[in-house]
């Protein structure tokens, strides 16, 4: 067997060991085993509430026990493919099975990181918010960059996107802007995204071609379902209702359709205005309000609140969590991690999985390497 593919055959095999520990795969899949007999026990369904909670607990163990399982056969089929190449002397066989095995390796790295989303909220949906800071059009375009960012990464990862509510910058980019990213694990990987990121560029907007730094806000927090309980003191709830602005066709600007909701102990604002009647964005406003509510509650339990109310207060210098250097050169740097790299523009493109999974690590005590290939 060739050097490099023994290699990546002993890093795949490293990453499922670890896996199954995790997993604590006997324990697992008998787990498995009992929740298969609950869901098919037809009284479950008597309950709807717990019938529901086991057959997500079901899903969500079965697809991990898949996930191994898919692999160890998936890297037994790549090492017998890589054998038989190397002993007919094949090139092009034995580098199809190395593109195998890399992408086994890759799917085991990311299975890695995925076993650490352990937190109550971490498979839930998520909404991911973004606001420009002080700056004017710099800001703002800064802010509608990250927000195309953040779409990019989530629809690479087969993620849907969509706009709740959104604001228009005077000349460019977005004021604000609220996404929700569907999907499993969506909070879990977003969640520590939250905070300051700061820009640093020769401005499009300077005739005299400054270098400009701009700042913009990102804040995640997940969509709760029914399973968590968020109790909302409709009196503490100020409600506010305005014309939708930006793109959305004939209904846009037409009615006073737009939901703004004020959580006035906290300061809490969240708004919507993708429906196509007020009801409609009243409903997910709430929604957006009891994940915000719940976000702030899971952020005390981590003893990082203050944190997080300077993230929102202060958009600038000192807060931020990320720099992206675009001149006088190339760098995208994460300030919690260390974790750096180059290539800006596949950042910027929606390439950030090794700035989340070493912050999610980091999260758990863990370590990572600094620097991205």
Request: charged share 30%; proline share 2%; glycine share 8%.
């Amino acid at each position: 067997m060739r050097p490099d593919v023994e290699a990546m055959k002993a890093d795949i095999e490293q990453s499922v060991a670890l896996l199954r520990r995790r997993l604590d795969w006997d324990v697992a899949n008998r787990k498995l085993d009992e929740l298969n007999a609950r869901v098919e026990d037809p009284t479950l369904w008597d309950r709807p509430d717990e019938a529901q909670a086991v057959s997500r607990e079901r899903s969500k163990l079965e697809a991990q026990i898949n996930t191994v399982k898919g692999m160890e056969r998936d890297l037994e089929d790549g090492i017998m493919l890589a054998d038989m190449a190397d002993e007919e002397g094949d090139e092009a066989t034995l580098e199809e099975a190395r593109a195998q095995l890399k992408a086994i390796k890759d799917r085991a790295a990311r299975a890695e990181l995925e076993a650490l989303l352990s937190g109550e909220a971490d498979g839930n949906d998520a909404y991911l918010e973004v606001n420009s800071g002080a700056g004017g059009t710099e800001s703002c375009d800064w802010a509608g960059m990250l927000l195309r960012m953040y779409s990019r990464w989530a629809r690479a990862h087969g993620y849907e996107v969509e706009i709740e509510a959104s604001e228009d910058g005077d000349q460019a980019g977005i004021k604000s802007a609220t996404i929700l990213v569907s999907g499993p694990n969506a909070y879990g990987w977003l969640k520590s995204e939250s905070g300051v990121h700061r820009l640093v560029r020769i401005s499009p907007y300077d005739a005299a071609a400054k270098r400009h730094t701009s700042f913009a806000s990102v804040g995640v927090s997940p969509v709760v379902d029914d399973t968590i309980e968020i109790d909302i003191n409709p009196a503490d709830v100020r409600t506010d209702t305005y014309r939708a602005s930006g793109s959305g066709g004939q209904h846009i600007n037409k009615t006073d359709s737009a939901v703004r909701l004020t959580h006035i102990p906290t300061n809490t604002v969240v708004a919507c205005q993708a429906g196509r009647s007020q009801h409609q964005n009243r409903e997910q406003a709430w929604k957006m309000l009891r994940g915000r509510l719940y976000e702030l509650e899971l952020q005390k339990r981590e003893a990082a609140a203050q944190a997080l109310a300077d993230a929102k207060t202060d958009i600038g210098w000192g807060h931020q969590i990320r720099s992206y250097v675009l001149q006088p050169y190339q760098m995208v740097k994460d300030l919690r991690t260390e974790v750096e790299t180059s290539d800006t523009q596949g950042v910027l493109d929606g390439d950030l999985d090794a700035f989340m999974g070493a912050a999610l690590a980091a999260r758990v005590g863990e370590t990572r390497g600094s620097t991205v290939d």
